[in-house]
């Protein structure tokens, strides 16, 4: 069985930074692709950033140029470093991994962390 655990959210000014991390147990293929989420009240999960098996990234275009996201393999973690923070990036933020074995999905999300832009 596959466990997120994700740390690093809290309270932050307008421009400030937090750096997210999520650490994975269990057994995960290497071919997995890594991922953040987020959502805000009211409103439907979306994508933030993702980190494939080779390190392709995707961002989504509200926070590119301002996100990062890293993979340190030997330790099963994915990190999200968050530069320039505004209001509107506040919401409960979630990790994904993701991997497919011929037609069966893998599919595993962290139980959240929260992010607060707020001064």
């Known amino acids: 069985q596959v466990q997120l655990v994700e740390s690093g959210g809290g309270l932050v000014p307008p421009g400030g930074s937090l750096r997210l991390s999520c650490t994975a147990s269990g057994s995960i293929s290497r071919f997995a692709t890594r991922g953040w989420y987020r959502q805000a009240p009211g409103k439907q999960r979306e994508l933030v950033a993702t980190?494939?098996?080779?390190?392709?990234?995707n961002y989504a275009d509200c926070v590119k140029g301002r996100f990062t996201i890293s993979r340190d393999n030997a330790k099963n973690t994915v990190y999200l470093q968050m530069n320039s923070l505004k209001p509107e990036d506040t919401a409960v933020y979630y990790c994904?991994?993701?991997?497919?074995?011929?037609?069966?999905?893998?599919?595993?999300w962290g139980q959240g962390t929260q992010v607060t832009v707020s001064s």
């Open positions: 980190i494939g098996s080779g390190g392709m990234t």
């Open positions: 994904n991994v993701v991997w497919v074995v011929m037609t069966t999905k893998y599919d595993y």
